[in-house]
């Protein structure tokens, strides 16, 4: 029964391994991060890039095609991952990785960006790094 169990095992996981998987809700967005508020779910996803955008849309299916809106450009000519945003206090906050040297992991520091009101899309500005 062992030996059925283990080569039943290993024609599912070459099946699980021979497949690529395609993200459904978007694109080319690694580490997403999603909020539902007042009726829209938002979107923020790393970049790669020293850009912050956001994606906004009524339904999660229909998130994909919602346009990309620019909330942040960060200074350095860093690059930006695994943002996460939370709504405190009346204010986002959001949160994410940025290395001022991509060669030099060392460097890699949290940010934080504090909304202007009570829009995810912000505006935002600088609030602290750790």
Request: hydrophobic share 40%; aromatic share 18%.
């Amino acid at each position: 029964m062992k030996c059925i169990f283990i080569a039943a095992f290993f024609v599912v996981w070459s099946q699980i391994e021979a497949n690529t998987f395609t993200n459904p809700i978007a694109l080319n967005s690694p580490d997403p991060w999603m909020q539902y508020y007042k009726g829209y779910y938002y979107l923020v996803a790393t970049t790669f890039s020293n850009h912050i955008y956001m994606r906004k849309s009524k339904t999660v299916s229909d998130i994909h095609s919602a346009k990309n809106v620019l909330v942040y450009t960060l200074n350095n000519t860093g690059n930006m991952w695994a943002p996460e945003f939370h709504f405190l206090n009346n204010k986002w906050y959001l949160y994410y990785a940025a290395a001022k040297d991509v060669k030099n992991i060392s460097s890699q520091r949290i940010h934080v960006l504090e909304s202007e009101g009570t829009d995810p899309l912000g505006p935002y500005h600088f609030k602290v790094e750790n």
